[in-house]
């Protein structure tokens, strides 16, 4: 949980999780807030990362895109690609195009919900100007255990 929130906060200085959960692929359509986020019992104020890594088999550029209700980054390699930051009236898209070979990338989604009314993110790619699609779990992976 974290004090009123207006923006992502910075994720260095909060500690450790108060709640953890794994989730196969990032597709939480807009929903109401007060049904939290899955797997947490966190319904308003709070901020989630999302940590793993990415595989990517085809060398391309992909516009990599964040749809979210509130404040949404996303990071490849420890490097900010996407900036989809503040509280939003209703769920909305940024994205970026980003040239990547073969291997897998260090992933990590940011994401805050401020006190309501919605919920929403969603991670989705399209590769060389194709059609955009959620990315689907088979290339997402947990991180490794330390």
């Known amino acids: 949980s974290i004090e009123s929130a207006t923006a992502l906060p910075d994720f260095s200085s909060l500690g450790n999780a108060t709640e953890m959960a794994a989730i196969d692929m990032v597709n939480i359509a807009s929903k109401d807030a007060s049904e939290g986020f899955p797997g947490l019992t966190l319904t308003q104020n709070y901020a989630v990362r999302l940590n793993g890594s990415i595989n990517i088999t085809a060398e391309a550029e992909y516009e990599l895109c964040i749809n979210s209700d509130d404040g949404s980054q996303l990071l490849l390699e420890n490097t900010l690609v996407v900036d989809n930051d503040g509280i939003k009236d209703e769920a909305s898209e940024a994205c ?36 955009k699609q959620l990315v689907p779990s088979e290339v997402l992976f947990k991180p490794v255990a330390r």
């Open 96 to 131: 970026a195009l980003v040239y990547l070979t073969p291997g897998e990338y260090q992933l990590a989604i940011h994401y805050f919900q401020a006190d309501g009314p919605k919920l929403a993110l969603q991670f989705a790619w399209a590769q060389d100007g194709g059609d």
